[in-house]
């Protein structure tokens, strides 16, 4: 079984900087992807970003100037600049992994983190 952690989310003033970060820890043998996704209240959750283990990123396309994803051992952040009200939502993190060599990838989520973007 996997485990996704995410933190770094709060209450931030509109123009502030973030930085989330999901740790991915449990029976890991391989992740592809790792990536965010966010829900706004009455909202689909949709795509933020995600990077391949080969580091490849792709972006919402109406995100990508404020938003950036990096990746370490395990882990993900997301980095926010410039955060606007509409950025309030519940950022979930995901991942796709693969617990032994021969297994299936396997989708896993983190319980989400509130992000609150208001003055």
């Known amino acids: 079984q996997v485990q996704l952690v995410e933190s770094g989310g709060g209450l931030m003033q509109p123009g502030g900087s973030l930085r989330l970060s999901c740790a991915a820890s449990?029976?890991?043998?391989?992740?592809?992807?790792m990536g965010w996704y966010r829900q706004a209240p009455g909202e689909q959750r949709e795509l933020v970003a995600r990077?391949?283990?080969?580091?490849s990123t792709n972006y919402a396309d109406p995100l990508k100037d404020r938003f950036t994803i990096s990746s370490g051992k395990n882990t993900v952040y997301l980095q926010i600049n410039k955060l606007k009200p509409e950025d309030t939502a519940v950022y979930y993190c995901?991942?796709?992994?693969?617990?032994?060599?021969?297994?299936?990838?396997?989708?896993?989520w983190g319980q989400g983190t509130q992000v609150t973007v208001s003055s």
């Open positions: 995901n991942a796709k992994v693969k617990t032994t060599y021969y297994g299936y990838e396997n989708d896993y």
């Open positions: 990077i391949t283990s080969g580091g």
């Open positions: 449990g029976t890991i043998f391989r992740i592809n992807v």
